[in-house]
């Protein structure tokens, strides 16, 4: 089992900035691929980036391809999710969450989840 505290969230405006960070705690963190979602009011929880254990492999949602970043610090235990050119509809709250697997994508199964933090983008 793998312990995770999100943090970063925030409100910012249309084409703004934020850089949310996802830290993690229990099995070895470097074992295994990490994922971050989002659910907006009244929609499903989706997938909006993932990375392999190394880093070397990253998944984007269409959505957010271009905007968003996914990295790892695995000597911090650490996954973060940089967001630029941000837009209304990317307001949602963002889970971080592990998988079982070192590599994963969209039909990944995530067996752990953080509490989720609040986005928020204004126009």
């Known amino acids: 089992q793998v312990q995770l505290v999100e943090s970063g969230g925030g409100l910012v405006q249309a084409g703004g900035s934020l850089r949310l960070s996802c830290a993690a705690s229990g099995r070895a963190f470097s074992s295994y691929a990490m994922g971050w979602f989002r659910q907006a009011p009244g929609k499903e929880r989706d997938l909006v980036a993932a990375?392999?254990?190394?880093?070397?492999?990253?998944y984007y949602a269409d959505s957010v391809k271009g905007r968003f970043t996914i990295s790892r610090d695995n000597a911090k235990n650490t996954v973060y999710l940089q967001m630029n050119s941000l837009k209304p509809e990317d307001t949602a709250i963002y889970y971080c969450?592990?998988?079982?697997?070192?590599?994963?994508?969209?039909?990944?199964?995530?067996?752990?989840w953080g509490q989720g933090t609040q986005v928020t983008v204004s126009s």
């Open positions: 969450a592990a998988a079982d697997v070192g590599v994963a994508g969209p039909q990944t199964a995530f067996g752990s």
């Open positions: 990375i392999s254990w190394s880093g070397r492999t990253t």
